[in-house]
C-alpha cells in the first residue's frame, strides 16, 4: 500500500479546502449572472440592429426619392416661368401665344401631379424617419445597458480574480513541501472524481462518500501504521485519519 506522512496527509485536507474554494470561485466566474443578462442582450441588439438596418434604408431610399420629386417638380416650374415669361414679353406670335397658353395648363397639371407626388414622399419619409428615431433611440438603449452590464461583470471578475489569487497563493504555501507520491495520487483522484480527491474520516464515517465504514473495515483501518494511505472503498478518495477518526 502507498504511504505518506501522518501529517502531510492531515495537511492534504487544508489543500483540498483550498482547491474547492478556487473551484468555487471558477464557478461563480462561469457562471456570474450578467454572463447571461449580456448573452440576451447581445441577441436583442442583433434583432433589432436588423429593424435598424432597414428603416435606415428605408429612409434612404425615400430621402432620394423626395430629391427626385423636388427636382420634377423644380424643372416643371422653371419651364412654366420661362414659358410665362416669353409669354408676357409681347415678344411671340399668336399662334405661338396660343401654343405657350396651351403649354402652361399642361404643366400646371403636370405641375399639381407631381407636388401630389412630393406630399406623398414626404409624409412617408416622416412617418419612416419618426420610426427610425425610435428604433435608434431603444438600440441606444440596448447599448447603454450592454456597456453597463459588461462594466459590471468586469468589476465582478476583478474581484474573483483578486480572491482566486490570494487562495492560490495560500494553497502553495500549504501544499509546499508535502510527499510528492501523496500529491500525485491526490491531482488524479482530484481529476477523476469531480474536484475532490481527498476527505476526512470522523467518527467512523467518510466524508467521502457521506456514508458510514463497515465495523470490519474500520477495524480493518484501526490497525494500519498512520503513514499508509487509506482509500475510501464507496467514493474511491484518499481517506485521511484524524483524531477524531474513531
Do not use: N, W
Request: charged letters at 35%.
Amino acid at each position: 500500500m502507498p504511504k505518506a506522512p501522518a501529517a502531510d496527509q492531515r495537511r492534504l485536507l487544508d489543500v483540498q479546502a483550498l482547491d474547492t474554494r478556487l473551484d468555487q470561485i471558477a464557478h461563480k466566474r462561469r457562471t456570474h449572472p450578467t454572463l447571461a443578462r449580456l448573452t440576451e442582450l447581445d441577441g436583442q441588439i442583433s434583432d433589432l440592429y436588423t429593424s435598424l438596418v432597414a428603416s435606415r434604408t428605408a429612409v434612404s431610399d425615400l430621402r432620394r426619392e423626395l430629391t427626385k420629386a423636388e427636382s420634377d417638380v423644380e424643372q416643371v416650374r422653371s419651364r412654366a416661368t420661362r414659358d410665362q415669361s416669353r409669354l408676357d414679353s409681347g415678344a411671340v406670335g399668336a399662334k405661338d401665344a396660343q401654343a405657350l397658353v396651351s403649354e402652361l395648363a399642361s404643366l400646371a397639371r403636370r405641375q399639381g401631379d407631381l407636388e401630389e407626388i412630393e406630399l406623398d414622399v414626404m409624409e412617408r419619409l416622416e412617418a419612416h424617419e419618426t420610426a427610425l428615431a425610435e428604433v435608434e433611440k431603444a438600440h441606444g438603449e440596448l447599448v447603454a445597458a450592454k456597456e453597463a452590464a459588461e462594466a459590471e461583470r468586469d468589476a465582478a471578475f476583478a474581484e474573483l480574480d483578486a480572491q482566486a489569487a490570494e487562495v492560490r497563493s495560500e494553497r502553495a504555501q500549504t501544499a509546499e513541501g508535502l510527499d510528492a507520491g501523496l500529491v500525485t495520487m491526490y491531482e488524479k483522484l482530484r481529476a477523476r472524481l469531480g474536484g475532490v480527491g481527498v476527505a476526512a474520516l470522523r467518527h467512523g464515517r467518510s466524508e467521502g462518500s457521506g456514508m458510514p465504514i463497515s465495523p470490519t473495515d474500520l477495524a480493518r483501518i484501526k490497525t494500519l501504521p498512520e503513514d499508509e494511505i487509506v482509500i475510501c472503498e464507496d467514493s474511491s478518495r484518499i481517506l485521511v485519519r484524524g483524531d477524531d477518526a474513531f
